[in-house]
DNA sequence: CGCCTTAGTTCAGATTATGGACGGACCATC
DNA sequence: GATGGTCCGTCCATAATCTGAACTAAGGCG
């Protein structure tokens, strides 16, 4: 199988990674999340190649990820906003944070704290059931094929 | 910035990037998830050279989030299982799939429905506060810079 | 013994990623 | 009006990575 052809596959999972499986994709994405904003900005914060920057900025535009918008005229300046389905991917973000949390913080602690402003604590994400609340254990999820499947996957 | 040189930075999203942002690392751990264990499966599932399977199989091995264990000797063959570390995971494979049905599902629906074995309800994930057990919109969250931190990240 | 299974490894050639220089539009200052 | 600065990219030669196909290895089967 060929990256481009990812998108084509009956599988949720490998389309979400054809747009966002990208090595450095997700890392835009976080920065994104932490209010960055212009392409200096990303290419100052990750000291990856402007081309690469590019090009990913560009993959996320086309995807409707990201919105390209002017924040100024002469000369005509553009900064990259999160969309709704940007926004949806806040999960997936929260989730590999959390995991690297978890797992890589050290003795040091964890580089960033969540606050919640809605119940002002600091706190971690738990993945729940939508139909029950409760929280999700990986064994507890049960597959099957859905309508829109090809094969398994 | 090198990719070798991200799980040196004191940001969790890159640290666990540098494990599992490479392009088929999600992909493998999807399959995993469905119950895939053995490297003739990935190999068939996912269509992609041998070469990358067993590299990446290798740093999930080396990492802890796979454990290679023996099913028979003579010959002794291996498979590959899920940690606690990697059923950590789950979440975010969870974040990535549902993503992928909401914004690429097409017509069809989507390609695999998940079941909750606790309460038998098919469902779709919820991330929500430790805190306070409240759904977690993105605006939701403030961050700041925790005792792991040397800069924001 | 020859052929099959499973799990890799090796290698030349194709594909991608990389950093650094460059281009273009405009502003500010001298 | 020349020089330098900001911001957003593009171009290009080189370096790293991926690919498929063949090969090794260790044993099973008939």
Redesign the interface.
């Known amino acids: 199988?060929k990256?481009e052809e990812l998108?084509k596959e009956?599988?949720?999972?490998?389309?979400?990674?054809a747009v966002?499986?990208?090595?450095w994709t997700?890392?835009i994405l976080?920065d994104c999340?932490?209010g960055v904003r212009r392409f200096e900005a990303f290419q100052a914060?990750?000291?990856?190649s402007r081309t690469i920057i590019a090009e990913r900025l560009k993959l996320l535009v086309d995807e409707g990820v990201l919105a390209k918008v002017a924040y100024q005229d002469r000369p005509v300046r553009h900064e990259y906003r999160?969309t709704e389905?940007g926004?949806?991917?806040?999960?997936?973000?929260?989730?590999?944070?959390?995991?690297?949390?978890?797992?890589?913080?050290?003795e040091?602690?964890?580089?960033?704290?969540?606050?919640?402003?809605?119940?002002g604590?600091?706190?971690?994400?738990?993945?729940?059931?939508?139909?029950?609340?409760?929280a999700?254990?990986?064994?507890?999820?049960?597959?099957?094929?859905?309508?829109?499947?090809?094969t398994?996957?």
């Open positions: 199988m990256w998108a009956p599988c949720s999972a490998a389309r979400s990674l966002i499986g990208d090595r997700l890392l976080r999340f932490l914060r990750l000291g990856i999160l389905k926004l949806a991917l806040h999960p997936v973000i929260m989730a590999i944070v959390h995991w690297g949390d978890r797992f890589y913080a050290g040091a602690g964890p580089p960033l704290i969540h606050r919640h402003r809605t119940c604590h600091d706190f971690h994400p738990v993945m729940t059931c939508s139909a029950c609340g409760e999700l254990g990986a064994r507890d999820v049960e597959t099957r094929p859905g309508s829109g499947a090809r398994a996957g």
